[in-house]
């Protein structure tokens, strides 16, 4: 069985790619880079918040630390696949993932009755004070599809993410991967991860294809595009 990784610290930056340039930039990646064992795969997150959204209102302010928390699947979840709860937290740039894993209930019942897992752990009690100092609930379900892609001779990661979805019903991982799409159109996210600055071939592979940085996060764009027009909606309605 493949060693799970509990702690990443890295660099990550995110670009917003038309599928034309998806296309010309792939075949550039190959050369230097090969697919994970997983090939293209579905990624299913449930993003935790307090009533008022207030950590992803704060992640979008842009300060210079912000962290959300999310349960995560890689597909849909049976029984007794893995889920992760994770911590993701942001500072100087810097990306640091904290996560531990278990099986749908006994992960669930950690986050949401503060039951002890089975294996105790640094990571597991950093979860547990930020989930009493938050008091945070389900309220987003985001999926989309995944290709990974990792450097033959560097410490490099790329992925790209595309149809990207989400609902705000059944905010349960096990209940499918269906939503309603973020984006309008068929934008691809991008990240880099590196675990400092990016190889040079690839600054010049960017630069070539007018590539450049995007801010842009799943949670936020979801929040700001779908759920705050429904909340305001609402508002209006209660006034009327």
């Not at 993003?47 to 349960?71: C, V």
């Not at 893995?82 to 006994?106: C, N, Q, S, W």
């Not at 640094?122 to 008091?135: A, G, N």
């Not at 691809?188 to 071939?201: D, G, L, R, T």
């Amino acid at each position: 069985m493949e060693q799970v990784q509990h702690s990443f610290e890295r660099y990550e930056k995110k670009y917003l790619l038309t599928p034309a340039q998806y296309e010309a930039l792939l075949p550039r990646l190959r050369e230097r880079m090969t697919e994970d064992e997983y090939g293209m795969y579905t990624i299913c997150n449930i993003y935790y918040d307090t009533e008022d959204y207030s950590l992803i209102r704060t992640s979008l302010s842009r300060p210079a630390y912000k962290e959300k928390f999310r349960l995560r699947s890689y597909g849909v979840p049976g029984e007794r696949s893995l889920v992760f709860a994770e911590i993701k937290k942001k500072f100087d740039g810097v990306v640091y993932k904290r996560r531990v894993e278990g099986e749908p209930e006994t992960i669930q019942a950690f986050v949401d009755q503060g039951k002890s897992l089975p294996a105790d752990s640094q990571i597991q009690r950093e979860i547990t004070c930020f989930l009493k100092r938050y008091h945070p609930e389900p309220r987003v379900f985001i999926a989309y599809e995944r290709l990974a892609l990792a450097g033959k001779e560097e410490d490099l990661r790329i992925t790209f993410d595309r149809n990207i979805r989400w609902r705000d019903r059944e905010l349960d991982l096990r209940a499918g991967d269906q939503g309603s799409p973020v984006l309008a159109d068929d934008g691809i996210v991008m990240e880099i991860k590196v675990p400092s600055a990016f190889p040079v071939w690839l600054v010049s592979c960017l630069s070539v294809l007018e590539i450049y940085p995007a801010s842009f996060s799943k949670y936020g764009t979801c929040y700001r595009t779908c759920i705050l027009p429904q909340k305001l909606k609402k508002v209006r309605t209660q006034t009327c």
